[in-house]
T-cell receptor
Framework: KAGVTQTPRYLIKTRGQQVTLSCSPI?????VSWYQQTPGQGLQFLFE???????NKGNFPGRFSGRQFSNSRSEMNVSTLELGDSALYLCASSPRTGGRAGELFFGEGSRLTVL | AQSVAQPEDQVNVAEGNPLTVKCTYS??????LFWYVQYPNRGLQFLLKYITGDNLVKGSYGFEAEFNKSQTSFHLKKPSALVSDSALYFC??????????????FGTGTRLTIIP
């Protein structure tokens, strides 16, 4: 079974631009979560989507948004990029069943550099 | 609010020796606790979790973790370390009273280095 796929793996943007990151979950997984990883702040939860609905949201400004499609693929968007948005953005999918809740399957991440 | 603390940024262990990576947690109710591992330039991999029941939880790659409610700890352990265990380890917690969402709160991570 193919793992979680994130694209692009690496990207460089300048301040003020916007970026869209894509995540394809493991087949059959309907929950997709996004996390931001930085050396200073560690891993921080951005949001979770399940069946095209945002179920939970972290403490990030409105510049960070996401969506999920009917095939469970998800995208996140960051508008008006700031230098502090430079990070590894990790997507995780989950079967979201009671017995395996919390067992997240992570992609390798999209590394965003803002200049 | 839920939180986890990993008091050690770095742990060095000689190959073949037992290893322990420490984690303490804080939640308002009963916790779901997790350990994840991150290898260089890779995403995180699930190792093990505690929900309820036996306080000693066994996971992947020979790792186990001991849940201690009185000390609010969930330390990761392995009897004999391998060089290939060198990686970044994250403890995480989810609020059991609100379980059904997939939000995990992660610790800051502990870099484990196994010395040959």
């Amino acid at each position: 079974k193919a793992g979680v796929t994130q694209t692009p793996r690496y990207l460089i943007k300048t301040r003020g631009q916007q970026v869209t990151l894509s995540c394809s979950p493991i087949s059959g997984h309907r929950s997709v979560s996004w996390y931001q990883q930085t050396p200073g702040q560690g891993l921080q939860f951005l949001f979770e989507y399940f069946s095209e609905t945002q179920r939970n949201k972290g403490n990030f400004p409105g510049r960070f948004s996401g969506r999920q499609f009917s095939n469970s693929r998800s995208e996140m968007n960051v508008s008006t990029l700031e230098l502090g948005d430079s990070a590894l953005y990790l997507c995780a999918s989950s079967p979201r069943t009671g017995g395996r809740a919390g067992e997240l399957f992570f992609g390798e991440g999209s590394r965003l550099t803002v200049l | 609010a839920q939180s986890v603390a990993q008091p050690e940024d770095q742990v060095n262990v000689a190959e073949g020796n037992p290893l322990t990576v420490k984690c303490t947690y804080s939640v308002s109710g009963n916790p779901y606790l997790f350990w994840y591992v991150q290898y260089p330039n890779r995403g995180l991999q699930f190792l093990l979790k505690y929900i309820t029941g036996d306080n000693l939880v066994k996971g992947s790659y020979g790792f186990e973790a001991e849940f201690n409610k009185s000390q609010t700890s969930f330390h990761l352990k392995k009897p004999s370390a391998l060089v290939s265990d060198s990686a970044l380890y994250f403890c995480a917690v989810s609020d059991i009273s609100n379980f059904g969402n997939e939000k995990l709160t992660f610790g800051t991570g502990t870099r484990l280095t196994i010395i040959p």
